[in-house]
């Protein structure tokens, strides 16, 4: 993934929504950074729960989540 030019940084998906691509959970490869991204403003609440509960098991401090307002 390139951000600027020549800043390049690796991720790992930790989870994707296979049948129809509408969400992936991200992290860095050193675990410095974690993404839910959606490809709508808002995800459902259960899937939100989910995926939050998959990243604490993980050892993500999800408290410290920060949610963009779309």
């Known amino acids: 993934m390139s951000f600027f030019g020549p800043f390049y940084g690796a991720y790992n998906i930790i989870a994707l929504d296979k049948p129809a691509y509408h969400y ?35 050892g993500f401090d999800t408290d410290k989540f920060i949610y963009v307002a779309q």
């Open 24 to 58: 992936v959970m991200l992290t860095g490869a050193d675990r410095s950074y974690f993404w839910i991204l959606s490809r709508t403003p808002q995800l459902p609440d259960p899937i939100k729960a989910q995926l939050l509960s998959q990243a604490k098991s993980m």
